[in-house]
């Protein structure tokens, strides 16, 4: 009669193999040592740092370099890129882009947030760059869920915001950098006050146009603006350069003008001052004043005078002795 009784072990036997449970446990136990062991260092890369969190709570910022942690979940470590400028794109998105936030991958999402209302109710087409860095890695992990998500909600609400204040000419031309420099200082107020944990560096309109069914008389109407713009400026430089010239001839002529009446003044009185000399000098010796009168006349008029004849007053019948016709040589 065949025994009902089981083996002893169900491994027992010719060609089996036997092992036991003490070494089982050991081997696990080292196993999940060298696990910890392994798990319980970290690389932050020199552009970063990590968050380290230990049951969830904010435990530490961990710098670039090799780290430590508790293993098994104990210690979580999150790495912030904070030594990197990041960047959001609005309207269009630059390919290849490691931030999943950086731009919006839907087209019909970008084509929405681009397309705005100036205060004027004109439409435009904003394309525009959020450029900043992570400044505090604390605030940023923990004030805000999704803080990347909620830091391009912001700018295209204070976008929007800056847009809508301004005219349609101040958005595509003239008033380009003064809705950046708006857009930038209200976009740091909002991240300051809520801090959270970023530095806005830089805000930049791209592509500012008008709508697609609008562009070709947009366009017309700036070249005829232009057009005006430059004639007023032909104008403005012949207006320039004529009435500064007619403004020196004139005064030159007056000038003139002015000096030759000071000097015709200054001739007639000295003409009245030699006259009253002479006729005190006259008064005094009428006789020696004619005489030298006359002699300064003549001293002045004969050296003029091409031919000369000096006659004693009482020679008489001089003349055909003398041919006055001959022309001097």
Do not use: C
């Not at 319980?40 to 552009?47: D, G, I, K, L």
């Not at 470590?77 to 400028?85: D, F």
């Not at 397309?115 to 890695?137: C, K, P, S, Y």
């Amino acid at each position: 009669m065949a025994s009902s009784q089981p083996p002893a072990f169900p491994f027992q036997g010719a060609g089996q193999i036997s092992f036991n449970p003490m070494q089982v446990l050991l081997g696990l136990a080292g196993l999940v040592l060298v696990t910890g062991v392994l798990s319980s260092f970290y690389q932050v890369p020199a552009e970063s740092v990590a968050v380290v969190q230990r049951f969830g709570k904010y435990l530490d910022t961990a710098q670039p370099g090799l780290n430590f942690k508790l293993p098994f979940g104990i210690d979580r470590v999150t790495p912030l890129e904070t030594r990197r400028q990041l960047k959001l794109e609005f309207g269009y998105g630059t390919g290849g882009a490691t931030n999943e936030w950086q731009f919006n991958p839907d087209r019909q999402e970008q084509t929405l947030e681009k397309n705005m209302v100036t205060g004027d109710l004109n439409a435009a087409v904003v394309e525009w760059v959020v450029q900043f860095t992570i400044a505090d890695a604390r605030e940023y992990l923990f004030h805000f869920l999704a803080p990347q998500q909620t830091l391009r909600d912001m700018s295209e609400s204070v976008m929007r915001e800056v847009v809508g204040d301004r005219t349609i000419d101040e958005v595509l031309t003239v008033g380009r950098q003064e809705i950046e420099a708006r857009a930038f200082e209200r976009l740091v107020e909002l991240t300051r006050s809520l801090k959270m944990g970023v530095q806005i560096d830089q805000v930049q309109l791209g592509n500012v146009n008008p709508p697609t069914e609008v562009k070709s008389s947009f366009d017309e109407v700036n070249r005829a603006q232009q057009e005006k713009e430059s004639a007023i400026n032909v104008a403005s430089g012949e207006y320039n350069r004529v009435i500064p010239e007619a403004r020196g001839k004139a005064e030159q002529s007056i000038s003139q003008a002015e000096g030759y009446a000071a000097k015709r003044v200054n001739e007639a009185e000295g003409d009245a001052t030699r006259f009253t000399a002479l006729l005190t000098e006259y008064q005094k010796a009428p006789e020696v004043t004619r005489q030298r009168i006359y002699l300064e006349t003549l001293a002045e008029i004969l050296p003029g005078l091409s031919n000369k004849v000096v006659v004693d007053d009482r020679l008489p019948q001089f003349l055909p002795l003398l041919n006055l016709d001959t022309p001097a040589k």
